[in-house]
Nanobody, 121 residues
Framework: QVQLVESGGGLVQPGGSLRLSCVVSGSIFSLSDMGWYRQAPGKQRELVAR???????NYADSVKGRFTVSRDNAKNTVYLQMNSLKPEDTAVYYC???????????????WGQGTQVTVSS
């Protein structure tokens, strides 16, 4: 069973930066598209960044130019560097697998506990 452990959140002032990490257990990380999501109170979870095993990247319009997703396949870890943070970035941030190469009928593993990011002065 794949497990996801997010870390790196915290309280930061507007304009500040944070770097989130997500460690993925198991042996399929290097074959997996990975996504970073966030969920603000009262809102649906939304995908903010996605990275393929080969490094192709997509971002939500709301974070383009401010957030950078990267991965280290040797460490089974995906990162989210968040710069120029805004109060509207406040949310619980999660990672998850988006797809696994060669797997038909892929289903997401259970979500991790997430990591809280609060942007406030």
């Amino acid at each position: 069973q794949v497990q996801l452990v997010e870390s790196g959140g915290g309280l930061v002032q507007p304009g500040g930066s944070l770097r989130l990490s997500c460690v993925v257990s198991g042996s399929i990380f290097s074959l997996s598209d990975m996504g970073w999501y966030r969920q603000a109170p009262g809102k649906q979870r939304e995908l903010v960044a996605r990275i393929t095993p080969g490094g192709r990247i997509n971002y939500a319009d709301s974070v383009k130019g401010r957030f950078t997703v990267s991965r280290d396949n040797a460490k089974n870890t995906v990162y989210l560097q968040m710069n120029s943070l805004k109060p509207e970035d406040t949310a619980v941030y999660y990672c998850n697998l988006e797809a696994v190469f060669g797997v038909v009928g892929f289903k997401k593993p259970p979500w991790g506990q997430g990591t809280q990011v609060t942007v406030s002065s």
